[in-house]
């Protein structure tokens, strides 16, 4: 498949990919292109900033959690010629599974899916020495998938001095820069960056970055770059969603998804992989709602920042109770990190303040104010419950609160120390634990999910 293509990354996190990545999106946007993104590795908020502020698709794509073949497959799975991707990178270029190993970084998903690369180099406060920075990420990149480069943070006479050197020694092309943008900045908090609802004028300032990048970066290089990157495999049949059940929507179970600004941490393709498996997907707000949507058959609640809306959400009882009562007569769910906690009897925020929750959960968690077993994981059910005996399926953890009661349904291990520990409380119609999951890393779980919802759909229909 011929697909057009580049991925945005750097020496390190903190080089500025996300600000020239939403400006490059939506440059590419106001030039007519059909963009969708990408953010590799497990990410949450990068993709809400693409598609809330930018207004376009955006998924994850992360190959430990998914091989190469599959996240190859995953990449091209419904793109058309015609639409223009941009990957964003995640934390250094190589810097994989444990800071150390290829697999999980931004260069193995660019080498996977022989994606050509630009180079964000943070030059504030370098001279000369950016060339030989330059010129070992070149020697390391033994794909050749670097083709350009972009200096961000450099102001414009410094650059027409610094451009000729770098491409008379190194024979890299030089995109353009970037000057610093010191009245724009995306903030950060403990979970990475704040939601981009939280910023004022955000869709304003990035499309003035942008108007920036089309002055001072060479947009013709980078989409000649992007439509001569090299043809790709299909191996992925794509899939006709209209046909994929045989039961007609009024007949297919729902899963109803929290979602608001509590509740927004979810992957695209996890809620797809429900949908494909036979769910129809439906919305609600444990924030703003007082009851659940009628006919739905399961839950998924996923992560967020419950914490900084622990008041509301103890304050508003008919949801708590709502779901209180649902999980009482065995609706099934899953509920992951921000999820979890919310299921719990106590939640102690970063004050210090106690909040009553939904107390499906006798335990209470609380601010450690400190990342807790942070990073990838693999986990395996003890008795099967939602996966087959013997399987595994992959996720991610990052949350600075704790529980009093993690749960010891499941092993998790740490794919790059072996090292292992308890975690999730799981059963027949329930699966609640800390650690993000990736449905497309093991299928069996959404499908034993779906097959749930069904059996408890058809339960309701016969009592």
């Known amino acids: 498949m011929?697909?057009?293509?580049?991925?945005?990354?750097?020496?390190?996190?903190?080089?500025?990919?996300?600000?020239?990545?939403?400006?490059?999106?939506?440059?590419?946007?106001?030039?007519?292109?059909?963009?969708?993104s990408y953010?590799?590795?497990?990410?949450?908020?990068?993709?809400?900033?693409?598609?809330?502020?930018?207004?376009?698709?955006?998924?994850?794509?992360?190959?430990?959690?998914?091989?190469?073949?599959a996240t190859r497959n995953l990449f091209l799975?419904?793109?058309t010629e015609k639409d223009f991707v941009v990957?964003?990178?995640?934390?250094?270029?190589?810097?994989?599974?444990?800071?150390?190993?290829?697999?999980?970084?931004?260069?193995?998903?660019?080498?996977?899916?022989?994606?050509?690369?630009?180079?964000?180099?943070?030059?504030?406060?370098?001279?000369?020495?950016?060339?030989?920075?330059?010129?070992?990420?070149?020697?390391?990149d033994k794909?050749?998938?670097?083709?350009?480069?972009?200096?961000?943070?450099?102001?414009?006479?410094?650059?027409?001095?610094?451009?000729?050197?770098?491409?008379?020694?190194?024979?890299i092309k030089v995109l353009g820069y970037l000057p610093d943008q010191k009245d724009i900045?995306?903030?950060?908090?403990?979970?990475?960056?704040?939601?981009?609802?939280?910023?004022?004028?955000?869709?304003?300032?990035?499309q003035a970055v942008s108007e920036e990048l089309e002055k001072t970066v060479d947009m013709e290089a980078i989409e000649h770059m992007a439509k001569h990157a090299k043809e790709i495999l299909l191996t992925y049949k794509r899939m006709n969603w209209n046909s994929c059940f045989e039961s007609k929507e009024s007949s297919r179970p729902v899963i109803a998804v929290a979602k608001d600004e509590a509740f927004c941490f979810f992957y695209a393709d996890n809620l797809l992989m429900l949908q494909e498996k036979g769910a129809v997907i439906t919305y609600f707000s444990p924030l703003h709602d007082t009851k659940l949507p009628e006919c739905c058959d399961a839950l998924l609640i996923g992560g967020g920042y419950p914490e900084l809306y622990s008041g509301e959400l103890s304050e508003n009882v008919k949801m708590r109770d709502a779901i209180k009562q649902a999980l009482d007569i065995g609706m099934p769910i899953v509920a992951e990190c921000g999820g979890f906690m919310y299921l719990h009897d106590f939640m102690i925020d970063q004050n210090g303040i106690r909040h009553a929750m939904v107390g499906r959960i006798p335990a209470?968690?609380?601010?450690?104010?400190?990342?807790?077993?942070?990073?990838?994981?693999?986990?395996?059910?003890?008795?099967?419950?939602?996966?087959?005996?013997?399987?595994?399926?992959?996720?991610?953890?990052?949350h600075y609160f704790d529980s009093t009661n993690n749960g010891d349904s499941c092993i998790a291990t740490k794919p790059d120390t072996g090292r292992e520990y308890s975690c999730v409380i799981a059963g027949e119609n329930y699966w609640m634990g800390f650690p993000h999951l990736y449905y497309p890393s093991n299928e069996f779980f959404a499908e034993s999910f779906v097959k749930k919802a069904e059996k408890y759909k058809k339960m309701k229909e016969h009592t």
């Open 2 to 36: 011929k697909l057009n293509r580049i991925m945005i990354a750097a020496p390190a996190s903190g080089s500025g990919k996300t600000m020239i990545t939403c400006a490059l999106l939506q440059a590419l946007k106001n030039r007519g292109e059909q963009v969708v």
């Open 39 to 69: 953010k590799c590795g497990p990410d949450y908020i990068d993709p809400m900033f693409h598609e809330k502020v930018i207004g376009i698709p955006s998924r994850n794509l992360d190959t430990f959690f998914t091989g190469e073949d």
């Open 77 to 79: 799975k419904n793109r």
């Open 87 to 140: 990957m964003e990178g995640v934390m250094g270029l190589f810097d994989g599974l444990g800071g150390i190993r290829e697999e999980g970084s931004s260069y193995h998903l660019a080498k996977v899916t022989k994606t050509p690369i630009v180079l964000i180099i943070d030059a504030k406060g370098m001279g000369r020495s950016i060339i030989p920075m330059i010129a070992g990420f070149l020697a390391y």
């Open 143 to 171: 794909a050749r998938l670097i083709q350009g480069v972009i200096l961000n943070k450099m102001s414009k006479s410094y650059y027409e001095i610094i451009k000729p050197l770098i491409e008379d020694e190194l024979g």
């Open 185 to 206: 900045h995306i903030e950060s908090r403990h979970l990475g960056l704040v939601m981009p609802n939280e910023l004022a004028d955000i869709q304003k300032k990035l």
């Open 364 to 398: 209470t968690c609380s601010y450690i104010g400190k990342l807790v077993r942070f990073g990838y994981v693999e986990i395996r059910e003890k008795q099967s419950c939602f996966l087959q005996e013997g399987q595994l399926i992959k996720g991610h953890e990052f």
